[in-house]
């Protein structure tokens, strides 16, 4: 079993940043792949970044540029830079690991709003 813990969300202006966290416990060995993801009001969830345990980064178009995920293996945390956020970043986002027995582990969400 994977656990994750989300945080970071918040209120911020059009333009403005946040950094959001992911910290995994449990069976952490057994991660292959880290992937945040967002669902905006009366939307589906999407992939916004994911990371595989070698450090290969993948970015949906919308965020490319703007996002950066990273790892810290120490802290086990996965990390999810986001810079020029406008509007259209608004929405839950959620951490997901894949394990190697191709299970989803989900974390709870954080809120994300931007204002204009």
């Known amino acids: 079993q994977v656990m994750l813990v989300e945080s970071g969300g918040g209120l911020v202006q059009a333009g403005g940043s946040l950094r959001l966290s992911c910290e995994a416990s449990g069976l952490i060995f057994k991660i292959k792949a880290t992937g945040w993801y967002r669902q905006a009001p009366g939307k589906q969830r999407e992939l916004v970044a994911s990371?595989?345990?070698?450090?290969?980064?993948n970015y949906a178009d919308s965020v490319n540029g703007r996002f950066t995920i990273s790892r810290d293996n120490a802290k086990d945390t996965v990390y999810l830079q986001m810079n020029s956020l406008n509007p259209e970043d608004t929405g839950v986002y959620y951490c997901?690991?894949?394990?190697?027995?191709?299970?989803?582990?989900w974390g709870q969400g954080t809120q994300v709003t931007v204002s204009s």
């Open positions: 990371i595989t345990s070698r450090g290969t980064t």
């Open positions: 997901a690991a894949e394990t190697g027995d191709n299970q989803d582990w």
